[in-house]
């Protein structure tokens, strides 16, 4: 079975500051990696997500995440962040056509 | 392109009632699944339903029922409401001609049950 572990329940960050938001996941089999973003009220919106290829992958809103195979993980990461960054960030994982398993959430505390 | 809709926005239930909550797919979408994010956790999902027949099922009681329509809308159904069925329940629909399962996710619907 596979899981999602998400290190981090609330990360506070200065404005402009770099982030990361950690992501490990467990399966066993290839899988699908993704990340989604949740504004209060709100469902979810993909920021990003890894099929294969290249590890490094960029999504919207200048963050960017790399697969990282050996250790099972899939960090998430912005250079500089902005106010209106501040939301509940979830990595998920999918084998195929099975569907999403999540993470807990990290809430992103972006102040100025 | 319409997006996934979900309606009723918000919803007050008391314990035993019964519930019925619905969710309209993406355009050229085939497949909805439903998940339930109870406060402050992670979507977790209910089923799947493709072609108007569940395609699979997570760790929640017979209570929890689905349909989808042949325009691939669908309803998620709970019986005999419980206060731990207080949640926000998310649909997501995607199409069923990929390797992978991007899903698109609509608002929700917010069940309190009291």
């Known amino acids: 079975a596979q899981s999602v572990t998400q290190l981090d329940s609330q990360v506070p960050v200065f404005e402009e500051a770099p982030v990361e938001l950690r992501c490990n996941y467990s399966?066993?089999?290839?899988?699908?990696l993704f990340w989604y973003v949740q504004y209060p009220n709100q469902g979810l919106q993909l920021l990003l997500k890894y099929l294969s290829g290249s590890t490094l992958v960029k999504g919207i809103n200048g963050f960017e995440a790399e697969f990282n195979k050996s250790q099972t993980s899939f960090h998430l990461r912005k250079p500089s962040v902005h106010i209106s960054d501040t939301a509940e960030y979830f990595c998920a994982v999918s084998e195929g056509y099975s569907t999403l398993t999540f993470g807990k959430g990290t809430m992103l505390l972006v102040s100025p | 392109e319409t997006g996934v809709t979900q309606s009723p926005t918000h919803l007050i239930k008391t314990r035993g009632q019964q519930v019925t909550l619905r969710c309209s797919s993406q355009?050229?979408?085939?497949?909805v699944s439903w998940y339930q994010q109870a406060l402050g956790q992670g979507p977790q999902f209910i089923f799947q339903y493709y072609r108007e027949e569940e395609n699979g099922r997570g760790n929640f009681p017979p209570r929890f029922s689905g349909l989808q329509f042949p325009n691939y809308s669908s309803e998620l159904n709970v019986n005999a409401l419980e206060l731990d069925d207080s949640a926000l329940y998310l649909c997501?629909?995607?199409?069923?001609?990929?390797?992978?399962?991007?899903?698109?996710f609509g608002p929700g619907t917010r069940l309190t049950v009291l």
């Open positions: 399966s066993s089999v290839s899988v699908y």
């Open positions: 355009s050229g979408h085939n497949t």
């Open positions: 997501a629909s995607s199409l069923r001609d990929r390797e992978y399962n991007e899903q698109f």
